[in-house]
């Protein structure tokens, strides 16, 4: 059958998947990607973590490496991400860096030498770049306060790293991406965003798109209440008031958390599908959506095996191939939202 990768070129759609720490070692899984995806992203390997062992050294050897296999497969790849704003993922160098007698000009000059040094390294690469990940505490509706944004704030930090990338890859499409949903509790999340991303846009940042990072169903909750209320009217008038102000849509990291149904896989993964191909057809009926990539191909490597286990403890099947890579209703459901679109 076409891959997903020629089914979503068909209709001017890129498809592609994480690669990174815990699956790139693994032959099979590189192939899986190689043949279904147009597109990768590394998982790990391009965030301040992976990137940065202190305040004066680089260590681009992982994110190299992807980016080599990339190119030898034709693949293009995503960049995630320039700055992770959020204090949980901010490097402990960072939390405990003397910002000396000048706070904000050191913090100014930390923030633009990471964001011009990865972004021009990338840039004859990676055409799209998460230039900031998850800013909005979805609690409070607030820009998260990090060690950079103490000194500078968080308005600041945000305008920064996007003025600095589009000076270092001035051909790339510039994304903030978070995990606001079309799940009904989600309104404060949403309303933040779309406050955040209106001052940038008043105030000139070079903001292209709105990466969605698309985790459906449920992690939180393991009553079988199906994966989740959804308000698709807010959702729709949230990617309404996104595409108004003429920024363009992805999907960044779709999966579908299944720890709410019910442990017979027939069923499992017939919902699994039905809620993928719901929530594709919704993001494609805007032409805004020009890309769609899942966070992980094969159940046997998401990062949702991390998070809380199932109440049976069975596996969770969350992505579009199984755990021996064989494709499942879900990679049915993404191949017809494609033809459909
Ligand atoms: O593989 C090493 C292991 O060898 C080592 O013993 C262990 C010690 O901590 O670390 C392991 O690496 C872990 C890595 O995932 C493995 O892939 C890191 O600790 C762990 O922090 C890392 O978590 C990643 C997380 O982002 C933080 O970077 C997840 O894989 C990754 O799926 C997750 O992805 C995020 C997106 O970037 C943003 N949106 C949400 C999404 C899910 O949280």
């Known amino acids: 059958p076409s891959s997903l990768a020629t089914l979503g070129a068909a209709k001017g759609i890129r498809f592609g998947s994480t690669v990174g720490l815990r699956n790139f070692e693994d032959p099979a899984y590189r192939a899986l990607n190689a043949r279904e995806c147009a597109l990768i992203v590394p998982e790990t390997e391009m965030k301040w973590v ?15 490496r992807i980016v080599a296999w990339s190119r030898a497969n034709s693949l293009g790849v995503r960049g995630h991400t320039l700055l992770w704003h959020a204090d949980r993922w901010t ?32 840039a004859s690469v990676v055409d799209s770049f998460d230039v900031v990940n998850e800013a909005i505490n ?21 305008d920064i790293a996007f003025q600095t990338a589009r000076i270092a890859a001035t051909k790339a499409q510039l994304v903030y991406n978070d995990f606001m949903s079309w799940a009904a509790d989600n309104e404060r999340h949403r309303t933040a965003i779309l406050r955040l991303l209106e001052g940038m846009k008043k105030r000139g940042v070079p903001v292209d798109a709105l990466g969605v990072q698309s985790h459906l169903g449920s992690k939180f909750s393991d009553t079988p209440t199906g994966l989740g209320q959804i308000d698709e009217a807010a959702w729709r008038r949230f990617l309404d008031e996104v595409t108004g102000m003429g920024l363009d ?47 992980g ?33 879900m990679r049915e459901a993404i191949a017809a939202a494609f033809t459909a679109a």
């Open 138 to 158: 979805p609690d409070t509706g607030l820009i998260n306060e990090t060690a950079l944004s103490k000194p500078l704030g968080g308005e600041r930090t945000i």
């Open 297 to 329: 191909l094969s159940d046997r490597y998401s990062w949702l095996n991390d998070f809380r286990p199932r109440p049976d403890k069975l596996p969770k099947r969350p992505l579009p191939f199984d755990a021996e890579f064989r494709p499942k209703p």
């Open 249 to 295: 849509l992805l999907v960044t990291e779709l999966d579908v958390h299944d720890n709410p149904l019910p442990t017979e896989i027939g069923s499992r993964d017939a919902q699994v599908a039905a809620h993928t191909r719901a929530y594709l057809d919704l993001m494609l009926s805007y032409p805004q959506t020009r890309t769609v990539m899942c966070w």
């Open 91 to 122: 490097p402990d160098w960072l939390k405990a860096h003397d910002f000396g007698p000048r706070p904000r000009s050191e913090a100014e000059r930390l923030l633009t030498q990471h964001v011009s040094t990865v972004a021009s390294r990338y």
């Open 50 to 64: 992976a990137l940065r062992p202190d305040a004066k050294r680089f260590d681009f050897t992982a994110a190299d």
